[in-house]
């Protein structure tokens, strides 16, 4: 019945089709794939890994006792509290806001912790029960704030940053501080997991993962679904074997600078970090939940739209961010020993922001994963560590983290800019 | 003729003291592209929006099937299998072609997303309207072009055994090229048995894809009248002065706006 009576033109209206079974068939092909991704602006955590890469040449260089087995268990020490803060983080920034009090939420879950141990007398899962409980309900509130009455989650955050360390003082008392030894948390930080142990569990995290990997691919292959090619995969999963089981052989060598008294096998803190980002991992990418935080992100009207409760998922992100703070405060407290009203006060949320920031997570929200917030995480962590060993004057600390973070900011601001350029 | 497969009768519909809709009738048949034209503040927008439940009416009848029904929102529209493309498209650009198309709807398999059957009918919904355009089904939003985006919405409002799609300006932001693929699709949802509702303002569109015209002039149907009856003219006419030489309005109509 249309004027036009000739019928579409297959060859022309399929200009620029390319088919729709296109898949990188080759490890060539997925290489041009990814270089492409990198051009178009879709750099991930690449800047994070070359960095950390960098820093351990110079810091191995420069410094004799920077690779030493010793120094290497306490750097990762010092960069579970930062990674876990950074992990928590991500969720809210995923949404393009930010979480200010994301720190001193953390210092309050860790004296509420340290309080119900001390004063109360409750076995360490009740205390640290509390601590979360007390992070989620900071979060709910801010998140309330944020999505039901839209005040920019700045100016909310930054009240509950300076109101929550009045409560700090108000419960921790003015000048003191709070023991933390109780004895299961603070092994976390003092204690090693024995080699055997840490042998076994590297093993079946090993060939769960290659389990999980091999399986997904058979189940791409019988569907006939986009997926990466075989040696692809293969490469992946003998990546993973040799990180996990290198760390694992590296840790459980003797790390004691005294022959009599041996240090050996994983920190306690490493296997914590590992399942907080593997359930972190597991929420963002295999569930709905985690769709729609990313849904909402990209395009908050899109997700309205298709019947997304974006206020309940707005204040969702906020909680999960402050409950998982409070974890990261717990994990402080073990390394230091202690809580004081100025936990995780200071530039302790900067550091978790540089860190998810510098891992590849995107400031203007939609962007990220829980990996980001480890490897950025890292990356401070070898700074603050390796810094002090080259010129031990703590304006340099500074001065370079600060550098390192701007950096980062920059990196994601310009791929932003090429991303919405090339459209990658 | 089939019966329609949604109808509206005398439709009336006033924000205030402006009276916006004055006794529409609009149909839309099953097969057919029904193209809904008219100048800006015509009340294309107002009566897609009374159709898709997000405005109610002051009176008139809202007929499913031949049925009356009872629409008191845009759940209860999407409930009798209408879905409404608007011009924002609103897809997530961070998301993939599947997240997309699934956004809201997602399958699960136990706690967890079932990507594999997500992917596979996504795969299945483009193949099924000849969509050849993407590269692959997990390709970002984002790295589409403007006539692939469109494409996606189309697509994702199909997934669902809609009944009736209907198209705001799909065309208008669009290149020769993209132009062209949208309305081959425009034409393939239509041979696949659905109500299709285009809106537009351009007529060589209109004219190569439609059916029915049904032109709009100051919130009355001015004609409802088969593609092959009218003129490009005739149309244009009706457009803009409510009436052509055989068809229309008559001034007494108009007079009482």
């Given amino acids: 019945m249309s004027t036009d009576t000739s019928t579409p033109n297959p060859s022309y209206a399929g200009s620029d089709f390319s088919g729709d079974t296109h898949r990188a068939a080759t490890l060539a092909e997925a290489g041009r794939d990814y270089v492409n991704r990198l051009r178009g602006g879709d750099m991930g955590s690449l800047p994070a890994v070359l960095g950390l890469l960098t820093l351990f040449v110079v810091f191995g260089i420069a410094s004799d006792t920077f690779l030493t087995k010793l120094n290497m268990a306490n750097l990762t020490l010092q960069a579970a509290s930062i990674c876990v803060l950074a992990m928590a983080l991500v969720p809210v920034l995923l949404l393009g806001e930010i979480d200010l009090s994301a720190g001193v939420a953390s210092g309050t879950g860790a004296a509420v912790t340290a309080l119900a141990i001390l004063d109360h007398g409750q076995s360490w899962p009740v205390a640290v029960l509390a601590g979360i409980i007390a992070g989620a309900i900071i979060g709910f509130l801010i998140g309330t704030l944020v999505a039901r009455l839209g005040i920019p989650s700045f100016v909310v955050t930054l009240s509950f940053f300076l109101a929550l360390q009045g409560v700090m003082l108000w419960l921790i008392g003015q000048g003191g501080a709070l023991r933390f030894n109780q004895e299961v948390l603070r092994g976390l930080a003092i204690k090693n997991v024995p080699p055997t142990v840490g042998w076994i569990s590297a093993v079946v995290l090993f060939a769960a993962y290659a389990a999980f990997a091999l399986l997904k691919y058979r189940r791409q292959v019988a569907r006939d679904l986009a997926r990466p090619p075989m040696s692809l995969v293969a490469i992946r999963i003998v990546a993973f074997g040799v990180i996990v089981l290198g760390l694992t052989w590296y840790f459980n060598g003797n790390r004691s600078v005294n022959p009599n008294f041996p240090i050996e096998g994983i920190p306690y803190m490493i296997p914590v970090v590992i399942v907080i980002l593997l359930l972190m991992t597991f929420l963002l990418g295999r569930t709905t939940f985690g769709r729609h935080l990313y849904a909402v992100g990209g395009n908050a009207e899109a997700a309205r739209r298709a019947g997304i409760n974006v206020v309940f998922m707005r204040t969702m992100a906020f909680v999960l961010c402050s409950s998982l703070a409070a974890v990261a405060g717990i994990l402080q407290a073990s390394y230091s020993g202690s809580v004081s009203p100025a936990s995780g006060g200071g530039n302790v949320l900067l550091y978790a922001v540089g860190a998810a920031v510098i891992g590849g997570t995107s400031l203007f929200g939609g962007r990220g994963k829980a990996i980001n917030g480890v490897i950025g995480g890292l990356v401070l962590a070898t700074v603050d560590n390796g810094l002090p060993l080259l010129i031990d004057k703590s304006y340099a600390n500074f001065l370079v983290t600060g550098g390192v973070l701007l950096l980062a900011a920059s990196v994601d601001a310009i791929t932003r800019r090429r991303r919405s350029a090339s459209g990658v | ?257």
């Fill in chain 2, 1 to 257: 003729m089939t019966e329609p497969l949604l109808e509206l009768r005398g439709i009336n519909k006033s924000f205030g003291v402006v009276h916006v809709l004055h006794d529409v009738d609009f149909a839309v048949y099953p097969g057919q592209v029904t193209a809904l034209v008219g100048d800006n503040g015509a009340g294309k927008s107002t009566l897609v929006k009374v159709i898709a439940g997000i405005y109610g009416r002051d009176s008139g009848d809202y007929l499913f099937d031949g049925k009356p029904v009872h629409v008191h929102g845009p759940r209860d529209v999407s409930a009798l299998g209408v879905e409404v493309v608007y011009q924002d498209l609103a897809l997530c650009d961070n998301l993939d072609i599947v997240e997309n198309m699934f956004l809201g709807r997602e399958l699960k398999a136990g706690p967890v997303l079932d990507e594999v059957t997500m992917e596979s009918k996504a795969r299945e919904t483009l193949a099924s309207l000849s969509v050849r355009t993407v590269k692959s089904v997990r390709q970002q939003v984002a790295s589409l072009s403007g006539g692939q985006r469109q494409t996606v919405a189309i697509a994702k409002s199909v997934l669902w055994n809609s009944k009736i799609v209907i198209l705001d300006e799909p065309t208008a932001a669009l290149g020769v090229a993209q132009t062209r693929q949208v309305l081959d699709l425009v034409r393939r949802l239509a041979d696949r048995g659905l109500g299709v509702v285009l809106i537009s303002h351009n007529m060589t569109d209109v004219f190569e894809v439609a059916d029915r015209i049904t032109a709009l002039y100051l919130g009355r149907v001015a004609a409802d009248v088969p593609a092959s009856e009218v003129s490009h003219r005739e149309i244009v006419e009706l457009i803009t002065a409510g009436h052509s030489e055989t068809r229309g309005l008559t001034d007494s109509d108009t007079a009482a706006i």
